[in-house]
Nanobody, 126 residues
Framework: QLQLTESGGGLVQPGGSLKLSCAAS????????IGWFRQAPGKEREGVSW????????NYASSVKGRFTISRDNAKNTVYLQMNSLKVEDTAVYYC???????????????????WGQGTQVTVSS
């Protein structure tokens, strides 16, 4: 069964850190680029970060650049998102998704991904 499962979310204070994991089953994660997205209540889903299948190329939304780091361990069939210097506005449900074949310029467009995890809640609050 093809599945993506996010974990690692929780409650953290502003300025704190959290590391999310995206574990794949039913397919070889290393054959696909993977994106991280987030969605806050009442707002549209937005792209956070993206990583190529080999891990050699990454992209970040301007709002998280310098604070978040995406990485992958293909031997473990897992992609990670290290989040540092967290802000209240980072509060959202975070999703990982498997990319279709598309130009890299549209990496942050959700409709170009074919499988999604169920999401993990990240809450940044004092």
């Amino acid at each position: 069964q093809l599945q993506l499962t996010e974990s690692g979310g929780g409650l953290v204070q502003p300025g704190g850190s959290l590391k999310l994991s995206c574990a794949a089953s039913g397919f070889t994660l290393g054959s696909y680029a993977i994106g991280w997205f987030r969605q806050a209540p009442g707002k549209e889903r937005e792209g956070v970060s993206w990583i190529s299948s080999s891990g050699g190329i990454t992209n970040y939304a301007s709002s998280v650049k310098g604070r978040f780091t995406i990485s992958r361990d293909n031997a473990k069939n897992t992609v990670y998102l290290q989040m540092n210097s967290l802000k209240v506005e980072d509060t959202a449900v975070y999703y990982c998704a498997r990319a279709r074949s598309f130009p890299s310029s549209v990496w942050s467009t959700s409709r170009f991904y074919d499988y999604w995890g169920q999401g993990t809640q990240v809450t940044v609050s004092s």
